[in-house]
């Protein structure tokens, strides 16, 4: 049974970084896509980032390009996402989900196994 565990989220200043992880058991990362969305309150949940179905690169939101960074440690068969620049905007909770298909990188039914989630607050 795969079990995705995300921590790393807090509350931090307009400007400043957070790096979520997201441990795996029962699996191994590296073999598959896995992918960072959010949810904000009363909104859907969107795409924030993944690896490409090769794992041999990446895919981000337009909105959190240059800022946010999607990385893995095979070692450690965790995932991160480094946040940079952080508005309030980027205020939610954050998921990590291994994808189950090469299409529709960005799309929550594209993937299975999610953890449940870590809260990212901004304030201004």
């Known amino acids: 049974q795969v079990h995705l565990v995300e921590s790393g989220g807090g509350l931090v200043q307009a400007g400043g970084s957070l790096r979520l992880s997201c441990a795996a058991s029962g699996r191994t990362l590296s073999r598959y896509a896995m992918g960072w969305f959010r949810q904000a309150p009363g909104k859907e949940r969107e795409f924030v980032a993944c690896?490409?179905?090769?794992?041999?690169?990446?895919y981000y939101a337009d909105s959190v390009r240059g800022r946010f960074t999607i990385s893995r440690d095979n070692a450690k068969n965790t995932v991160y996402l480094q946040m940079n620049s952080l508005k309030p905007v980027d205020t939610a909770v954050y998921y990590c989900a291994q994808r189950i298909k090469p299409s529709g990188y960005n799309l929550p039914r594209s993937y299975d196994y999610w953890g449940q989630g870590t809260q990212v607050t901004v304030s201004s």
């Open positions: 690896f490409t179905w090769s794992g041999i690169s990446t």
